[in-house]
């Protein structure tokens, strides 16, 4: 089973809107971790954002925030403002359990493309 | 510059040859990954390692095999490639319980004719 579904393959939005991007996850671990990273042309990874699964409060970083609804298994990027350097491929990722074993699965991706 | 080198960069390389991609982090870190990149199927973990003299199967872990004989160095070995495992591959690393960030490789581009 899919571990990581990220349902959007690609999203085309104007420079300047908010864009979420889609992630639902599925664990049955209560200690998990949420991650999101963004791949540019130029292929590093870049660590965006993470959502430990006992935060009381959305993980917010900069112009990036997590929409962190644990009862839907959900986990939504929300970039806000979105600049033309924001095009990539973007990454939700899980960390499942704190000890022993620590698989980090990543989804398929979303292509976002910035429009000017 | 700490981080994770990955060697080689680049490599072609003809079906049946045995290959190792190299991953060496000077971070200190406990755990390391190897994730396999294809078009449309986003990054799926290969094999993993929490610390060293561990390791453990992803969710692709057939025709590849790992060793972590210590906390530096993590080579993914193909025994006898095949042009599935054309891909581009990244080595990662993470401190250890409750960290935050993965640390990335570069990434190695590896065709298999």
């Known amino acids: 089973a899919q571990k990581i579904t990220q349902t959007q393959p690609g999203m085309f939005v104007q420079e300047k809107e908010a864009v979420t991007l889609d992630c639902t996850y599925d664990?049955?671990?209560?200690?998990?971790?949420l991650f999101w990273y963004k791949q540019p042309s130029s292929g590093e990874m870049i660590f965006l954002i993470y959502?430990?699964?006992?935060?009381?409060q959305n993980a917010t970083e900069g112009r990036y925030s997590l929409n962190f609804q644990k009862a839907r298994k959900s986990a939504n990027l929300v970039i806000s403002a979105s600049q033309l350097g924001d095009s990539a491929m973007y990454f939700c990722?899980?960390?499942?359990?704190?000890?022993?074993?620590?698989?980090?699965?990543f989804g398929q991706g979303t292509r976002l493309t910035i429009n000017p | 510059i700490a981080g994770i080198t990955q060697a080689p960069t680049s490599q072609i390389l003809a079906a049946g040859r045995r290959m190792t991609l190299r991953c060496t982090q000077d971070?200190?870190?406990?755990?390391m990954y190897w994730y396999r990149q294809d078009l449309g199927l986003g990054l799926r973990l290969i094999h993993y390692?929490?610390?060293?003299?561990?390791?453990g199967k992803g969710e692709v872990p057939d025709g590849y095999s790992v060793s972590r004989a210590n906390t530096d160095d993590f080579p993914l070995t193909l025994a006898s490639a095949v042009p599935s495992q054309t891909s581009v591959y990244f080595c990662?690393?993470?401190?250890?319980?409750?960290?935050?960030?993965?640390?990335f490789g570069e990434g190695s581009r590896l065709t298999v004719l």
């Open positions: 990662a690393s993470r401190p250890g319980q409750g960290a935050r960030e993965l640390f």
């Open positions: 664990t049955s671990d209560p200690s998990y971790g």
């Open positions: 959502q430990g699964s006992y935060d009381q």
């Open positions: 990722a899980m960390r499942e359990g704190i000890q022993g074993a620590q698989k980090l699965v």
């Open positions: 971070m200190r870190h406990n755990a």
């Open positions: 390692s929490n610390t060293a003299g561990t390791t």
